[in-house]
């Protein structure tokens, strides 16, 4: 009977985090299309409208974008294999949202004098999993290029793959120092450390953990920026340059998952930053997991902080112009590797100091 | 975990079949990333949870990914191989033939292997926390000697690439092309 209440339990959890990635992804395809129209000084998202309304463009993200593409021609390029062409976008969604697995959303849930954790999968290695699957979504990304038998496309797969190493190295070892002052690989263990304040003033956030994670925050940010392929790191498919790049050769429904496999990263991005750097589901000066409303309150928390980054991520999309290629690869090489190098240098030397 | 032992090192083994015979280098590539995927998976059934990771973290998601990058950058259809039957491939195919006979020698022996999970094994365990004691502690001669190997082929690789990007020598380099066209310009303006 127990057995089967637990095997419940993960079950519920998780159609909970499925629910939860996929709904906030399509909450940053809403974000995306308003708010891009918001900075451009339009009127965005506003055709499809029933009696007038168009209930604040959400009836043209929800609705009518699927039903176009569900009902769209698939088009598979003459001469190359249907199954490869078909696999492209599963990869570039399904390992972003396993990745996902592992997030801590809330403080432990007690019932019945029995604590469940509101996280699908206890790792002990729970960051690197997530890194581990953020990294394999680059083959949906290169395999797409690849198997379109187009020199457009096969030059964003070509130059997605020498971005995604790139960038994940400084995305390494930027948070390096970072879990070397938790000591701990364990999200839910490096969740709970964020408690409590420093100096009685700051909140004791990852960010404010040690002197130097601010860095690493930047430097992190900015890599984990660049792994979502989004301008200004948009080379991949940048529109003006090579069509569109990997998916030129995609429409319908396969075009679709790209682009849920796009937001979903945009959603996994912001709650590593949330995690690691700003307190998960901690709220700054009160006990959060000790109050009997504790998981609901924190779970909202959690949320909230991951909606505000998801909100970032899209307006510096829009802000910002794209990089020449060259700049691209000497950013993360010749500056932002250095850096990350000595933010490690500099917070081992504090953790042996202090 | 016999049981799921036994599936992994079937699909391991069919994929591993995948990576040789594919006709494409980009076809080999992608079976040589399940396979990867699945040694994660046979590490995760062995209680070791952070290798597991890492496997597929270093391997499937980096490495693979660097030869991915070298097949595009050469050409899709340069990458076509028209025959996998080759003095090479002979060679490698006598070699597997006889670890196969061994192993399939040594299992018809009856010997019994003990197959535990990592922890409480001796060898460590299967966080990144004791894998590191062990790294540091027993193994830091083996680990820093690779190190310094890992080092010099860096600096070796570095040095090879750097060679070629020597100035061009007077006579049929850029900088006489330009030359000859300042003199040309030259010429004209005179």
Known sequence: ?354 | MEAAIVILGVLITVCACGVVFSRQSLHSALWLVAVLFLAGAYFAVLDAGFLAVVQVLIYAGAIVILMVFVIMLLGADAGAVKSVFRLPAYLGGALGGMLAGVLIVFALSGAKVELAPVKGSGLGGGTAEELGRELFGRYLFAFETIGVLLFAALLGAVILAAEQKRPLTPGRGLRAVQEVRKAEIKENVD
């Open chain 1, 1 to 354: 009977m127990n057995e089967l209440i637990g095997l419940a339990v993960v079950l519920l959890k998780a159609v909970l985090v499925l629910g939860a990635v996929l709904n906030l992804a399509l909450f940053v395809i809403w974000v995306e299309r308003k708010g891009s129209a918001l900075i451009q000084n339009r009127i965005g998202a506003n055709r499809a409208a029933i009696f007038g309304f168009d209930f604040a463009g959400l009836l043209n993200t929800l609705v009518a974008d699927p039903v176009k593409a569900l009902t769209k021609e698939d088009f598979v390029p003459p001469g190359s294999s249907r199954f490869l062409h078909a696999l492209a976008p599963f990869l570039a969604v399904f390992p972003v949202i396993i990745a996902f697995a592992v997030v801590p959303f809330g403080p432990p849930l007690r019932v019945a004098g029995q604590e469940i954790r509101l996280q699908l999968a206890d790792l002990n290695a729970g960051i690197l999993f997530m890194f581990a699957f953020l990294s394999l979504a680059v083959y949906g990304t290169v395999l797409a290029g690849w198997v379109s038998q187009n020199k457009f496309s096969l030059l964003g797969g070509l130059r997605a793959s020498a971005q995604m190493i790139s960038y994940e190295i400084t995305m390494g070892i930027s948070i390096a120092g970072v879990l070397a002052a938790y000591q701990s690989l364990d999200l839910h263990h490096i969740v709970e450390l964020q408690s409590g304040t420093v100096a009685g003033v700051l909140p004791r956030w990852g960010i404010f953990y040690t002197p130097f994670n601010w860095l690493a925050f930047i430097l992190f940010f900015v890599a984990v920026m660049a792994e979502t392929k989004r301008a200004p790191f948009d080379l991949p498919e940048a529109e003006s340059e090579i069509v569109a790049g990997y998916f030129t050769e995609y429409s319908g429904i396969k075009f679709l998952l790209f682009w849920l496999g796009e937001f979903a990263e945009i959603v996994v991005a912001s709650a590593m930053v949330t995690v690691l750097f700003f307190g998960g589901w901690q709220v700054p000066y009160v006990e959060v997991a000790s109050s009997a409303l504790g998981p609901l309150i924190g779970a909202l928390v959690f949320g909230l902080k991951v909606a505000f980054f998801c909100v970032l991520q899209v307006v510096v999309r829009w802000s910002l112009p794209r990089f020449r290629y060259d700049q691209l690869l000497g950013l993360s090489w010749k500056l932002m590797l250095p850096l990350a190098l000595l933010n490690l240098l500099a917070t081992s030397a504090y953790i042996v100091w202090s």
